[in-house]
């Protein structure tokens, strides 16, 4: 049985539907991220940019990682709707300083900005940045005041190892939110028992100092069972 799909897997499966996994965000992260204060936001295995474009539209900037190119072109474009989005953004420049891409070894960054209507309050101008890596080889030097990985499974170790890694990466202060598919799941989604987890699979790789917020199976009905974490690292 394959585990997993490789990049190109997922190219394929993003290929001829822009929103695979439907358009708005996930609605665990939604409801355990919409009180936190904007910052700097990462999202590990973004996909096609549903989760990326919402954190967009409330304030944060985003980096969004993905090993597959067609997931990184439609987190692009999700990002550039989101600005058609009331209340949110208004504007969308796309840089075009491809020598600092290049150096940075990234792809576009966009500038989601608000316009002098009645969004004018919004100060701040979000920006994404997509990074095409395997998160597992993926070493930003910053941190992140948010840190999101949702649905992205790994084989057991691998996927531990991210956890720690994105431990690692979380700013102090700062909140990882960890939602996938349970070990318990019977709806959609990987089969294989060697990519899923519990809830306590990843909060056994936390350090004593983080605050456990949530560390929960929620049933979504229809057998399908999510294992989510939501947690807070130290303030230092
Ligand atoms: C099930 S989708 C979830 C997408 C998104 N987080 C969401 O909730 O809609 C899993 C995503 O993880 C990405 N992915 C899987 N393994 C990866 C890896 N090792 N490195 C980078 N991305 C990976 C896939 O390309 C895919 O876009």
């Keep these: 049985m394959v585990a997993v799909m490789d990049n190109h897997g997922w190219d394929q499966r993003f290929a001829d539907n822009p929103q695979h996994f439907g358009a708005g965000p996930n609605t665990l992260l939604e409801r355990h991220a919409s009180e936190l204060t904007p910052g700097s936001a990462a999202d590990v295995g973004c996909g096609q940019g549903r989760n990326t474009a919402w954190l967009l539209g409330r304030g944060w900037d985003v980096t969004a990682v993905d090993f597959s190119e067609v997931a990184l072109r439609h987190t692009r474009e999700a990002a550039q709707a989101a600005a058609h989005v009331p209340d949110a953004v208004a504007e969308v420049a796309v840089s075009e300083d491809e020598d600092a891409q290049a150096e940075a070894g990234k792809t576009p960054k966009v500038e989601v900005s608000a316009d002098g209507g009645e969004t004018a309050a ?35 170790e691998k996927m531990a190892a991210t956890w720690e890694h994105l431990v690692e990466i979380t700013a102090p202060g700062g909140t990882l939110v960890v939602v996938g598919h349970d070990r318990d799941n019977e709806g959609n989604g990987p089969k294989d028992p060697d990519v899923l987890f519990h809830a306590a699979d990843v909060v056994a790789k936390l350090p004593e100092t983080w605050t456990v917020e949530v560390a929960e199976a929620v049933d979504r009905g229809e057998g399908s069972i999510d294992a989510l974490v939501v947690a807070t690292a130290p303030k230092k």
């Design 122 to 156: 919004v100060a701040h101008v979000p920006t994404l940045t997509t990074v095409q890596a395997d998160v597992s080889e993926w070493h930003p030097e910053e941190t992140f005041d948010l840190v999101v990985a949702a649905y992205l499974h790994l084989p057991a």
